[in-house]
């Protein structure tokens, strides 16, 4: 999939790092990328999100750090209106070319590079780490700027030297992706995840891109490297697999909810994607629902 380019710190003169409490509303929903670094906790919602070649479930309460040049994007789910904290994060912003140019000046910077270079796959924290960050990010939301600026490098200061994450990208990205493309690719994405839970039409979806379906095809297969009707069924699998979790509704009726169109398919495609069939996914499920 390629990304369009996004600045992060956008309006700020010379400032090298931003603090921002977002909500569903101003989360940028194109599937983009930066040259600054972005370290964000989810407050509230869950839903899918894409870090460079990956689609997976996000949940509430998560902890990622994104790296120069990596693309993502976050989806949340639906959410009621009148719960203004179901869809919201906190995210730490910074230009990472400023650290390295005068952070010399303060102390040796050979575990920011490290650092910096581990990022660019994206990362997810866990443990101890995850904890401490967390703390330190709400608390950075309200400080004075001089606090703020403390802040920064208590982060720092874990971040550089934990091993509390996994990595969440299988590949390295590079700046300059298309924008054209980008456009493209994201007109497609929001098309999939509006109508999962219906029929999605290759036609459609070829006269977004205009292009002939052929052509489609291989424009989607070239830039995603999966083919569109694997993207669709992802998409749908893991819808499948967040009401799995919390739906007390019949497999069936999950299947028919996520735009299958019979009950085999449906699980032969869980089953290829997942490993495991929708009622063993779901009984495993049970134990943390107890």
């Known amino acids: 999939m390629r990304p369009v380019y996004a600045k992060a710190l956008s309006n700020l003169g010379n400032r090298i790092f931003e603090i921002r409490h977002e909500n569903c509303t101003n989360f940028l929903s194109e599937y983009h990328f930066h040259s600054e670094c972005q370290l964000t906790y989810i407050l509230g919602s869950n839903g899918q999100r894409y870090i460079g070649d990956q689609l997976e479930d996000f949940e509430c309460d998560e902890l ?5 040049g990596l693309p993502h994007v976050w ?6 209106a009148s719960d203004r904290h179901s869809a919201a994060s906190i995210t730490l912003i910074f230009d990472p070319e400023a650290l390295q140019s005068f952070c010399p000046l303060l102390f040796e910077i050979s575990h920011l590079n490290d650092f910096l270079e581990r990022s660019r796959q994206g990362m997810l924290f866990y443990g101890e780490t995850k904890n401490k ?3 330190i990010l709400r608390k950075m939301v309200s400080a004075p700027d001089i606090q703020k600026t403390v802040y920064l490098f208590k982060s720092l200061a874990i971040l550089l030297y934990t091993e509390e994450y996994s990595i969440l990208s299988d590949k390295l990205y590079i700046d300059g992706l298309s924008l054209k493309d980008g456009e493209i690719i994201f007109s497609i994405y929001n098309y999939v995840f509006e109508n999962f839970n219906d029929e999605i039409s290759l036609d459609e979806a070829a ?7 052929p052509s489609f095809c291989r424009f989607f297969k070239a830039r995603t490297r999966k083919t569109f009707s694997k993207f669709v069924n992802e998409v749908r699998i893991n819808e499948a697999c967040r009401l799995l979790a919390r739906d007390e509704n019949p497999i069936t009726h999950i299947a028919y909810a996520c735009g299958f169109n019979s009950l085999p398919n449906f699980n032969k495609f869980f089953k290829a994607i997942k490993g495991i069939t929708p009622s063993d996914y779901k009984s495993k499920l049970l134990p943390y629902k107890t």
Do not use: C
Request: net charge positive; hydrophobic share 35%.
């Open 75 to 80: 989806h949340p789910e639906d959410t009621v």
């Open 207 to 213: 006269k977004l891109a205009n292009l002939t379906k």
């Open 64 to 68: 990622t750090f994104i790296g120069p």
């Open 133 to 135: 960050l967390k703390k």
